[in-house]
């Protein structure tokens, strides 16, 4: 790791949550367990209704994840399943998505059941051979959904070779890791 970006890590990991709560005065962000939370008058709100779709504790959250990974913005799920079920909404019937061949049970009957039945394409792919990539990957395909290591013969992936392949198409790319 190069010292600008160690610092960056280690810089905003101690900065992490410090942010000012206008109505506690705490000066980093406590843990907010509440499940509801109250409005100032009727038909106005403070942006928090209800924890499942909205919490300062998780937004405290994606905010340090989306500095850390120098990202426009990160979320955060409640399970790894929740969120491969949120890609699906990046999606339309009719585009492809290449799939890590050798991937967790769980994600590919996900796939199989869920997302091919919406029109979803999916084509397994061998992500540590990056020629099937290059075989596979055509106008069509909108994303690299790349499991690395994966689950459970533990294959790698070189994430920055299938990034520039799928960046070069348009692509995004997905990684479960």
């Known amino acids: 790791m190069t ?3 160690q610092k960056h890590i280690e810089t905003s990991l101690a900065h992490a949550g410090l942010r000012s709560d206008p109505v506690t005065g705490s000066i980093s962000t406590p843990i907010y367990q509440t499940a509801t939370f109250a409005h ?3 038909g106005k709100s403070t942006g928090y209704d ?16 989306a500095d850390l990974e120098e990202g426009a913005r990160a979320s955060c799920f409640a399970s790894g399943m929740a969120a491969i079920g949120a890609l699906q909404s990046l999606f339309a019937p009719g585009d492809t998505l290449l799939v890590s061949h050798d991937l967790y049970g769980g994600t590919y009957r996900m796939f199989e059941n869920i997302f091919k039945p919406w029109g979803l394409g999916i084509r397994y792919v061998d992500f540590a051979d990056i020629s099937h990539v290059h075989k596979n990957i055509d106008a069509s395909v909108k994303a690299l ?18 990034s520039a392949i799928a960046h070069k198409h348009n692509a995004l790319v997905i990684v479960d890791n």
Not at 53 to 63: G, H, Q, V
Not at 145 to 162: F, G, K, Q, S
Request: glycine residues 0%; hydrophobic residues 35%; positive net charge.
């Open 3 to 5: 010292k600008k970006i």
């Open 50 to 65: 209800y924890s499942r779709t909205k919490n300062p504790t998780r937004d405290s959250l994606e905010l340090v994840l």
């Open 40 to 42: 100032p008058e009727f």
């Open 145 to 162: 959904y790349i499991e690395t290591p994966t689950n459970p013969l533990m294959r790698i992936a070189d994430i920055t070779a299938l």
